[in-house]
């Protein structure tokens, strides 16, 4: 299965509550991780053959930097989502009124513990 057809897969399992947004937003990092180690390689090897200095050279070299730069922006906004959804996690446990135990995915596969917020 490729990269945009599982992203798109855990979109319909976390629709379906298969899943946790936690867990959907760590196996988003990881395929996001994935898919710039698959790209990264092919400019690689694209950038082999080529002689350092010369305009094809510079071309691919730059589309390293360009790849390198989006997998910063696309883990930002990642770690961002991650943020909103705590954001919304301790609102709802505050218009509980506290003392409610909530699972929370950390993000880790296999790392489960309940999360108690005592206002």
Same mark, same amino acid.
């Given at each position: 299965? =490729?990269?945009? &057809?599982? +992203? $798109?897969? /855990?979109?319909? +399992?976390?629709?379906? =509550?298969?899943? #946790? ?9 990881? *395929?996001?991780? $994935?898919? #710039?180690? *698959? ?9 082999? %053959? /080529? ?10 070299? =730059?589309?390293?930097?360009? /790849?390198?730069? +989006?997998? @910063? ?5 990642? !770690?961002?989502?991650?943020? &909103? $959804?705590?954001?919304?996690? !301790? ?8 003392? @409610? +135990?909530? %699972?929370?995915?950390?993000? &880790? %596969?296999? #790392? !489960? ?7």
């Amino acid at each position: 299965m =490729n990269i945009e &057809a599982e +992203k $798109q897969a /855990l979109d319909e +399992k976390l629709a379906a =509550n298969r899943i #946790f947004a936690s867990q959907k937003l760590a196996a988003l990092r990881e *395929l996001t991780a $994935q898919e #710039f180690v *698959l790209n990264e390689q092919a400019l690689q090897d694209e950038l082999k %053959p /080529l002689h350092e200095g010369t305009a094809e050279y510079e071309k691919v070299y =730059n589309q390293i930097r360009e /790849l390198k730069a +989006k997998l @910063v922006v696309d883990l930002a906004a990642l !770690d961002q989502s991650e943020t &909103a $959804q705590r954001a919304l996690i !301790d609102e709802a446990l505050h218009q509980l009124g506290g003392g @409610v +135990k909530i %699972p929370f995915e950390r993000g &880790a %596969p296999g #790392f !489960d513990f309940f999360f108690e917020k005592i206002v």
